[in-house]
């Protein structure tokens, strides 16, 4: 008697094939964009992540205020901090943005309280926040090193404290994790390790080996896309092992 799991089966291979004829499964998946849109007090920091990504063979670009740039490469570090390190030009954004696919992350290297505050404000004709909030309407995970900000955001700080305070409660609700420098390149990898469920995610349908692959690397919740299509056998299997499927139909 046929319990679904070849049923499931069919419909899965049928799909892959299906979505690698529209290259879904073709894109930049697992690739890694550091955002610099502020010079960073963090550089040693940057240059670890970017070392630990490249171990990894997680391909990373770089983007950054044209002062930030300029100022990388008086000091000899742009070919340390990725593939390539590019301006926030309109035809760099455009060209990252169309590049990001199931898998891709997104890492804010240094945020100041003007960009911050842009980016809370969704300007989206400021190409930082433009790429920000692109990569979030993707599905990409948007991870930052609060270090600017939460140096600023102390109990002593006063005003400029609560302001510091606020802004990072505003980035949260975007979607946007926090996370030490020491932690990024862990949470880049783990998103990649999503890449082939995120994929199914955007072809609408997710089966019971997206499901597993979610909960082996430690995510609780997945949000559908409008349409998305879920196997029974996908949703017996997202109770038991507590994988939250919510529904993004707006």
């Keep these: ?3 679904g799991k070849e049923t499931e089966r069919i419909v899965r291979e049928v799909t892959g094939r299906v979505l690698d004829r529209l290259g879904a499964a073709g ?16 550089t040693a920091r940057a240059l670890a992540f970017a070392a630990q990504l490249e171990e990894k063979g997680i391909a990373l670009a770089t983007l950054g205020a044209p002062a930030v740039v300029e100022e990388l490469a008086r000091l000899g570090l742009a070919g ?3 593939g390539r390190v590019e301006s926030f030009a309109a035809a760099d954004v455009g060209r990252a943005i169309a590049g990001m696919g199931p898998g891709s992350s997104v890492v804010i290297g240094s945020i100041g309280f003007a960009s911050a505050a842009a980016l809370a404000r969704l300007e989206d004709g400021d190409p930082f926040v433009r ?32 302001r510091a305070r606020a802004l990072l409660r505003e980035l949260a609700l975007l979607g946007i994790e926090t996370a ?12 990649r390790a999503l890449g082939g469920s995120a994929a199914k995610v955007a072809g609408r349908l997710v089966t019971e080996e997206d499901v597993e692959a979610l909960a082996r690397a430690g ?9 998305t299509v879920v ?20």
């Excluded at 894109?27 to 963090?42: C, H, N, W």
């Excluded at 990569?135 to 700080?157: E, S, Y």
């Excluded at 196997?231 to 707006?250: F, H, K, N």
């Design 27 to 42: 894109r930049q998946a697992g690739e890694a964009i550091l955002l610099l849109p502020v010079a960073t007090g963090s």
């Design 219 to 227: 995510e609780t919740t997945l949000h559908l896309p409008r349409g």
């Design 80 to 82: 340390r901090l990725g």
């Design 131 to 162: 790429l920000v909030t692109q990569a979030r309407l993707k599905g990409c995970t948007v991870a930052m090193a609060p270090d600017d900000l939460a140096g600023n955001a102390g109990a002593d700080a006063g005003p400029l404290g609560e």
């Design 180 to 191: 030490p420098w020491a932690e990024l390149a862990a949470l880049v990898e783990r998103r």
């Design 231 to 250: 196997t029974p056998l996908a949703q017996t299997r997202a109770y038991e092992l507590g994988v939250q499927l919510r529904r993004d139909d707006g």
């Design 1 to 3: 008697m046929d319990d």
